[in-house]
Antibody, heavy 122, light 109 residues
């Protein structure tokens, strides 16, 4: 079965960086994009960006341009999300999700990781 | 602020029908996907594209679209349908960038 397993909770100080991993299994890692989505406590979902594991191409929501990096290690089927210059407002649960296309061109997230809590606090 | 707007909350009597709407300019061109999220859990895809249900999603969930509005309808709501629901589609740039709606809390009475 398809599984996305994320790394554990992290605590960082303001200004630092955090790197979260997402290990995929049960499908061909390079055949589907990985998206990252975050959710602050009590708030809605926020789409952050996508990565094509085959090419390494990425696309980021405007508000994360310049401080968001997405990478992958194909040999171990793992995607990474790194967010830099952290501030308290970045405290949230971060999710990775597999992204697929349907015949009409719709792009959707069919499998999700369990989430990783990142806390930014001095 | 999100480019996809949803009503914050709706309620529905057990066994009745509820429609959740999502408004945004990009919906004139692109379909919306819909996700269900229960407290402390990751989101679950319930509808994608024109009106497709992933395996395991009950057929009481359906999607539709008209103009700048996408809708998720739950026909015969069950207690387990109480959750937050989010729409998702491309952002207004039309590029390969996406956005989630503001979310709707559904309460089953």
């Amino acid at each position: 079965q398809v599984l996305l397993v994320q790394s554990g909770a992290e605590v960082r100080k303001p200004g630092a960086s955090v790197k979260v991993s997402c290990k995929a299994s049960g499908y061909t890692f390079t055949s589907y994009d990985i998206n990252w989505v975050r959710q602050a406590t009590g708030q809605g979902l926020e789409w952050m960006g996508w990565m094509n594991p085959n090419s390494g191409s990425t696309g980021f929501a405007q508000r994360f341009q310049g401080r968001l990096t997405m990478t992958r290690n194909i040999s171990i089927g793992t995607a990474y999300m790194e967010l830099s210059s952290l501030r308290s407002e970045d405290t949230a649960v971060y999710y990775c999700a597999r992204a697929a296309w349907d015949d009409s061109g719709s792009y959707y997230n069919d499998y999700w990781g369990q989430g990783t809590l990142v806390t930014v606090s001095s | 602020s999100s480019e996809l707007t949803q009503d914050p909350a709706v309620s529905v009597a057990l066994g009745q029908t509820v429609r959740i709407t999502c408004q945004g300019d990009s919906l004139r061109t692109y379909y919306a996907n819909w996700y269900q999220q229960k407290p402390g859990q990751a989101p679950v895809l319930v509808i994608y594209g024109k009106n497709n249900r992933p395996s395991g999603i009950p057929d009481r969930f359906s999607g539709s679209s008209s103009g700048n509005t996408a809708s998720l309808t739950i026909t015969g709501a069950q207690a387990e349908d109480e959750a937050d629901y989010y729409c998702n589609s491309r952002d207004s740039s039309g590029n390969h960038l996406y956005v989630f709606g503001t979310g709707t809390k559904v309460t089953v009475l």
